[in-house]
């Protein structure tokens, strides 16, 4: 598989949703994008946070923007992050990087899967997992925000943001159910025959009786059935979604190098 195809599902996935964000009455989320050779830079300055203020394709072809790209944040007050894949580093791209004022803090682990085969069956015959009606959008922020112990002022932000894609060409949302109880949410993006697992979460209380790797396994499954050829995701390198991906036959693809402002 050419591992450039992982990079550009992110790409195209923050694009697609940034996008429909971006577009709501007055941009309330304050949403900029700014696209510069191969790289693509995104700031969201009402979600803090890396998810969404993150650059992406950046390689020493593109070295020549970057006082544009930092400007574009420092413009916008934004604190970003850099996410470099092992294919777009270089020395030259690194010693850029630091001459400006950054640093390498941490990796970020992005995971790739290219066969029907692997797609796995679900086994947790208490779980079932439905997709989301367009009224749920309520109870997929609540668990998300339970789910990640996010402050529950942003709860209507989150069911906005992800509300506003539920017409948008190749998005869908899922919600599990443990004894008809609704315990986990995922969302899944397929475009140009390459699926992205997006965000998903559980409630804390209902963790580690599978299911995450329900959900995941629902949503390879739809992404082969909508074509889909092949199937990417990302994780915090080493976590329970990083052991969970592997779990459902997902392979560690690379690691990206994430660089920070000093």
């Given amino acids: 598989m050419d591992l450039s195809i992982i990079e550009k599902a992110e790409i195209q996935t923050l694009q697609s949703r940034l996008s429909a964000i971006q577009a709501i009455e007055g941009n309330p989320m304050g949403v900029h994008q700014l696209v510069k050779g191969q790289t693509s830079a995104f700031a969201v300055k009402n979600i803090p946070g890396p998810a969404f203020n993150t650059v992406r394709g950046l390689s020493e072809d593109d070295i020549p923007y970057l006082e544009e790209i930092i400007a574009f944040y420092e413009k916008h007050a934004i604190n970003f992050r850099f996410e470099i894949t092992p294919m777009n580093s270089s020395e030259s791209l690194f010693r850029a990087l630091t001459d400006k004022g950054y640093y390498h803090s941490g990796f970020?682990?992005?995971?790739?899967?290219?066969?029907?085969?692997?797609k796995g069956q679900i086994c947790q015959p208490d779980i079932e997992v439905c997709h989301l009606k367009r009224d749920d959008f309520d109870l997929f922020?609540?668990?998300y925000v339970n789910g990640f112990g996010l402050p529950s002022f942003i709860q209507n932000d989150i069911k906005q943001n992800n509300e506003v894609l539920f017409d948008v060409a190749g998005w869908q949302f899922y919600v599990a159910y443990v004894k008809g109880i609704?315990?986990?949410?995922?969302?899944?993006?397929?475009?140009?025959?390459?699926?992205?697992?997006?965000?998903?979460?559980?409630?804390?209380?209902?963790r580690g009786r599978?299911?995450?790797?329900?959900?995941?396994?629902?949503?390879?499954?739809?992404?082969?059935?909508?074509?889909?050829?092949n199937i990417t995701s990302e994780a915090a390198f080493g976590s329970a979604s990083h052991r969970n991906m592997e779990r459902v036959?997902?392979?560690?693809?690379?690691?990206?190098?994430?660089?920070?402002?000093?």
């Fill in 108 to 118: 970020h682990a992005s995971f790739n899967g290219g066969s029907e085969e692997e």
């Fill in 141 to 143: 922020a609540s668990i």
């Fill in 210 to 229: 599978g299911v995450q790797s329900t959900l995941i396994q629902k949503r390879i499954q739809d992404a082969f059935e909508k074509g889909a050829k």
């Fill in 249 to 262: 036959g997902l392979k560690l693809a690379y690691t990206k190098a994430l660089w920070s402002k000093f």
């Fill in 182 to 206: 609704p315990v986990g949410v995922a969302v899944l993006f397929v475009q140009e025959e390459i699926a992205t697992l997006a965000a998903a979460a559980t409630l804390p209380e209902y």
